[in-house]
């Protein structure tokens, strides 16, 4: 299985980004998604994941009714959409793929799959 993230750059406050995962080697149904992020000086933080068939969505508060996690299993493609853009968004996202859902959660340390990150910065 390979995850490769991208879509990352450099957006003003307020803007917007879509990232993606494209994902391979298997199909992605059979595995629950997650995106992750990584500040500079601070640990990986869960930013949320989606189930298999997309019907169930974790996403963290802090980012809660601007990020939006979506995923197209025909297309073999994960999405997190990004709105209203703070500077406290900035840092390197992660996807990754798990086949429990809750390990995307609560045991990143274990996932079965991460792909490489992709820079976001937000410009204040």
């Known amino acids: 299985v390979q995850l490769q993230a991208y879509g990352g750059g450099l957006v003003q406050a307020g803007g917007s980004l879509r990232l993606s995962c494209a994902f391979s080697?298997?199909?992605?149904?059979?595995?629950?998604m997650g995106w992750f992020r990584q500040a500079p000086g601070k640990e990986r933080e869960f930013v949320g994941a989606?189930?298999?068939?997309?019907?169930?969505?974790f996403i963290v508060d802090s980012v809660k009714g601007r990020f939006i996690i979506s995923r197209d299993n025909d297309k073999n493609t994960v999405y997190l959409q990004m709105n209203s853009l703070k500077h406290e968004d900035t840092a390197v996202y992660y996807c990754?793929?798990?086949?429990?859902?809750?390990?995307?959660?609560?045991?990143?340390?274990?996932?079965?799959?991460w792909g490489q990150g992709t820079q976001v910065t937000v410009s204040s």
């Open positions: 990754a793929a798990d086949k429990l859902l809750l390990r995307l959660r609560l045991l990143p340390d274990h996932v079965d799959y």
């Open positions: 080697g298997r199909s992605l149904s059979s595995y629950n």
């Open positions: 989606i189930s298999r068939s997309g019907g169930t969505i």
